[in-house]
T-cell receptor, first 112, second 114 residues
Framework: GAGVSQSPSNKVTEKGKDVELRCDPISGHTALYWYRQSLGQGLEFLIY????????KSGLPSDRFSAERTGGSVSTLTIQRTQQEDSAVYLC??????????FGPGTRLTVT | GNSVTQMEGPVTLSEEAFLTINCTYT??????LFWYVQYPGEGLQLLLK?????DKGSNKGFEATYRKETTSFHLEKGSVQVSDSAVYFC?????????????FGKGTKLTVNP
């Protein structure tokens, strides 16, 4: 079966532009997570969805970051007015069973 | 809040050597513990897990035992192979802030030479 997919795989953008990152979870997985992986900070949690609602947004670093999930499936992470410190690999994971998260390949974001 | 501390490395071993990567954690309650692996150019994969004290997780010759008394979950393998070269992440999850989000250590890069 298909795993978690993310698009684009790479994104280069200029400072100040907005970007949208997409995640397609494994079909039927109700939980969806976004994480960020950077050299300086390691792997950090950003936001958690259960269905279409986001009960835990505690990891979003600023109000420039937002995310939504529609139809209990696809999720989009939006970063407005990108800054160089936003450069990182953004990872999405989905889960049906507590404690078993399946990760996508990630989107490498470079802000120039 | 919850946190994970792991040996940062890098670690370089010869093939068939014994591997230990140390991991300790701080958490409220009873978290579940995990080791994830990231092979070069690939995504994160779950390697093994343990959900309660004294449980041993194992996979592909790797083992880790959930030690509540020492708050540790050290990863071991008796005889490493070149194909084990990867970055290994220790992680925990537990109900906090309304989610089962994973809290990761910084990762340990392992290189195995033939």
């Amino acid at each position: 079966g298909a795993g978690v997919s993310q698009s684009p795989s790479n994104k280069v953008t200029e400072k100040g532009k907005d970007v949208e990152l997409r995640c397609d979870p494994i079909s039927g997985h109700t939980a969806l997570y976004w994480y960020r992986q950077s050299l300086g900070q390691g792997l950090e949690f950003l936001i958690y969805f259960q269905g279409n609602s986001a009960p835990d947004k505690s990891g979003l670093p600023s109000d420039r970051f937002s995310a939504e999930r529609t139809g209990g499936s696809v999720s989009t992470l939006t970063i407005q007015r990108t800054q160089q410190e936003d450069s990182a690999v953004y990872l999405c994971a989905s889960s049906l069973v507590v404690g078993q998260q399946y990760f996508g390949p990630g989107t490498r974001l470079t802000v120039t | 809040g919850n946190s994970v501390t792991q040996m940062e490395g890098p670690v370089t071993l010869s093939e068939e050597a014994f591997l230990t990567i140390n991991c300790t954690y701080t958490a409220t309650g009873y978290p579940s513990l995990f080791w994830y692996v990231q092979y070069p150019g690939e995504g994160l994969q779950l390697l093994l897990k343990a959900t309660k004290a004294d449980d041993k997780g194992s996979n592909k010759g790797f083992e880790a035992t959930y030690r509540k008394e020492t708050t540790s979950f050290h990863l071991e393998k008796g005889s490493v192979q070149v194909s084990d070269s990867a970055v290994y992440f220790c992680a925990l999850s537990g109900p906090q802030g309304g989610s089962e989000k994973l809290v990761f250590g910084k990762g340990t890069k392992l290189t195995v030479n033939p």
